[in-house]
Structures are given as C-alpha cells and as structure tokens.
C-alpha cells in the first residue's frame, strides 16, 4: 500500500524554524519526485518546493527561495523540508506528494499520484 505521511508541523513565532518530514511506505522514494506544497483557507494549492529523483535537482516557489530547503534520506525512505525565517503568510496546511518521474512542471498539483494527509504550519507570535 502506498503512503506519505506528513509530520513536524506546528505552531512558531516568526521567524522561527520547522523541520517537516515525509515518510514513504509501499515504494521507493529513489524513482519519484517528491514536492512540497500548501493550501491556505480560501487559496489555491501552491507548489513550495520539488525534489527531483532523476538528478536530485531541487525548486522552490519563489515566496521561500533562500529560506526553504528540501532534502532527501534514501536509507529512511523520507524527504524533509527545512523550513527558516518562517512569516505568519507561511501560514497553512502543508502536503508532500510523489510522481513518477515527468517532464512536465513541478508545481503542476494534477501531476502527482501519491499525497499525503498534510501537516498545520502556524506563524504566529
């Protein structure tokens, strides 16, 4: 059975920092992509972050470029994403999803197979 389990949400004052973590069961990580994305009440999915399985190359949504990073540990089969300088605007659910790998954008939310249940990130003082 596939599954992505998302942890190590929570509440941080801004600027603060969260570690988030998913963990994949019924596959192999090596193969997919992994993205990183979020959804606050009343917006849109949107595309935080991509971790490439092809050639470990890595992208990230303009609002988090040099605060965010994503990473991968093959030996536990999970993908973190390092989150610093947290803002109150970071403010949301926050999903890992996998993708076999595709040519197309990384942030194309209909292009990943496998999601996780989310994780709340709150910024907030």
């Known amino acids: 059975q596939v599954q992505l389990v998302e942890s190590g949400g929570g509440l941080v004052q801004p600027g603060g920092s969260l570690r988030l973590s998913c963990a994949a069961s019924g596959f192999t990580l090596d193969y997919y992509d992994i993205g990183w994305f979020r959804q606050a009440p009343g917006k849109e999915r949107e595309g935080v972050s991509c971790l490439r399985s092809s050639d470990g190359s890595t992208y990230y949504g303009d609002s988090v470029k040099g605060r965010f990073t994503v990473s991968r540990d093959n030996a536990k089969n999970t993908v973190y994403l390092q989150m610093n300088k947290l803002k109150p605007e970071d403010t949301a659910v926050y999903y890992c999803?996998?993708?076999?790998?595709?040519?197309?954008?990384?942030?194309?939310?209909?292009?990943?197979?496998?999601w996780g249940q989310g994780t709340q990130v709150t910024v907030s003082s």
């Open positions: 999803a996998a993708r076999e790998q595709l040519a197309t954008r990384w942030y194309f939310v209909s292009s990943y197979t496998y």
